[in-house]
């Protein structure tokens, strides 16, 4: 099984996403070959910096002995600064490296590039688009914990603008079994085309603005930050600013077999009492963000064992 | 053989540059081993960000089992923000590397830098001045098509402020049957410097607005951008804007056997349609930037089987 | 003996001092094996950028085989940009990497980022408070030039912000037979935390603004740069301007066998003329910057044979 560009969760199905498990399982225990990428190079492309995602391929890469050529001011040499497309920065870029993890704040980006480079291209989120490998590390996340494919997740916060949500749902709506409340102000509730994706994929799904309601149900409470900078009217903001607030007392209301996830950064959006809470597992999360992408590298240059 | 610095094009003569193209040639041919450079550091010390030439060295070192720190905000941290001299940063950077890289906006910095450092200095660039690693990978182009090193270059554009221009010229010069039209606007012709160097070499040159009528003789048509804020009148840019534009009329009347070159990256110069034509080489021609540099690395440690 | 953290100089004793002194001779004299870390990797998270002390960090890294995720703009991703905390991003990317570098403008930040980091952290500067790595160099590179630890220190300049300044009198407070001279305007003199900590340790000190006196007492003129914007009137400035710079006629009244540092980099306050006296080690200094870290980096990694 090869992959040949990481552009969308659509483009993943439950028979990948199973070996992707078992290889990022494998990796987590240490049953790995630390130069299996020995003399490959990724190019890390940021249009917009992004240290943290940035980070975690850099480390993945250099975990599995390959090396890095690393930009997060992209935008500085490119389209913006001299009028170069991306397409040929593309066409430049990929003949100086075996993959190219790019970052861009064009919904799209990575779709284009994907058409133009000889190398295999990694999308690192574009725009408002999709964050597809971030997607990956939430699932396998979740039935790290969840064995029997049987659950309910909420997503919670900013689910228009928020691109770890389109990607997870996608991922999401290949399992039958998988319940999925959406909780978030009118103003900032999924966009039409997940919207359109999920139903066609019969996902059992409800949307609301009540937060309080679903606790006792859910399994896996996945928050995002709520940007204010997205409201026109900070009276609106208001309003939802405080609902959407995971501290001690949303604690008490939830399962005890419950997870509490969050793509990070996080704001506000769960209080510091929280971590302490074993139902906590944000940091986790990203902590297997490395296996995980560990895992998709592997899978891309040919090199897992399954 | 062993190059100390490489800090302009006029250092070479034909000798080394055909050591450098056998060595080039066996690079592109797989044949070399790639940790010659194991446990040796590059620093990339650029003042001036950019990401592709920064990309092609860190990359071509890293192939050859090397390894890079790295900046592309040498500026921030020396003489612009705290008063430091090159110089001072040079006697501190070397002490922690093996080779510098050098990208600087001020006209024979890496002259100065070179005296001062006890590894050696590689231009990357230094104001209008030269590029010469950029008219190493020109010319190993230009001769890996024509092998008989008799043709006609017409280079076109900004040929004042080009810096590739002024590097390039200066090797073609070493070659008694290589004929050069420079077409450009009066405002941006060749700089005297230059002109009286080529003259010094008795190079069979000339100099000229009119694009159209050498097109059909020329066997390598090397486009540069014409950047329009160097015009102090925007009327006079609008006359040559235009004219200088390789398009698939252009294609018509160039001969079958004729290349396409740019250094890259272009904005408008050439229109996406001459891509798909087998003499627009561009992009191959950026890929010999790798391998040229590698050729040069392996020459400044020393590591040439030659 | 192992280190876990490295965030002050007070944190040091002389038993540790001596095994670093000892191991820095090894490697400065070649003898170490230079894959000890292979499969670690350093993140450098620097809230400010400084490419040189970032350079010395990534080099000392990689000249034992480790591997190296660096960002010079981590206020961009971080609390400044999103709202994230310190405490957040420690326990995010200490599950990307090995040991984290940090230069953060707060003082005290590392201390906070070793209470949150599963992994070393290493305090590369936290704003006016320690850099204990540089003063780990600055005595390294003071007692392989005086064997005997009987000698008079002067710390000249800006002794209130200077952060070397402060790290490296804890260090010298170890040894009872020197003595320190702290030569500043009074505008500029050692802050009380730093003064009541030598009294403590019944260091024998002085603070003057007398800079031509001691010149011919002091073993180790050590300077530093006095920085005009933290002066309210110009005028009191230009009083101390001038004064303290050391120059052909300061060399004249200094010992033939005294040695003048700097922890770079310098503007005005050292002459060039100076750099080619033989008593001049500033940039030897530097070096010993990466034999140090490199020493300190395989402590931290219970790597050291000693």
Known sequence: MKLKHIISARQFDRKILEKIFAL??????????????????????????????????????????????????????????????????????????????????????????????????????????????????????????????????AMVGDLKYGRTVHSLSCLLALYPNVKIVFISPKALSLP??????????????????????????VDILYQTRIQKERFGDIREYRKYYGKFIIDKKVLSFLKKTAVIMHPLPRVNEITPEVDLDPRAIYFEQAQNGIFSRMALLLLLFDKAKL
């Open 24 to 153: 990022t399982n494998q990796i987590k225990a240490g049953k790995y070959k630390n130069d299996a990428l020995y003399g490959k190079i990724m190019a890390t492309l940021f249009y917009e910096p992004s240290t943290r995602t940035r980070f975690s391929f850099e480390s993945a890469m250099q975990r599995l002995g390959g090396r890095v050529i690393s930009t997060e001011n992209a935008g500085e040499f490119s389209s913006a600064a001299k009028g170069e497309t991306l397409e040929d920065t593309i066409r430049v870029v990929n003949s100086y490296c075996d993959v190219i993890v790019l970052r861009h704040p064009k919904t799209g980006a990575s779709e284009i590039a994907s058409q133009y480079s000889q190398v295999p291209i990694i999308n690192a989120g574009d725009g408002e688009g999709e964050h597809p490998t971030q997607a990956i590390l939430d699932i396998y996340t979740i039935f790290s914990k969840f064995n029997k494919k049987t659950f309910t997740v």
């Open 192 to 217: 039409k085309s997940v919207l359109d994706h999920l139903r066609k994929k019969h996902v059992d799904f409800v949307g609301t603005e009540d937060f309080r309601s679903y606790l006792s149900v």
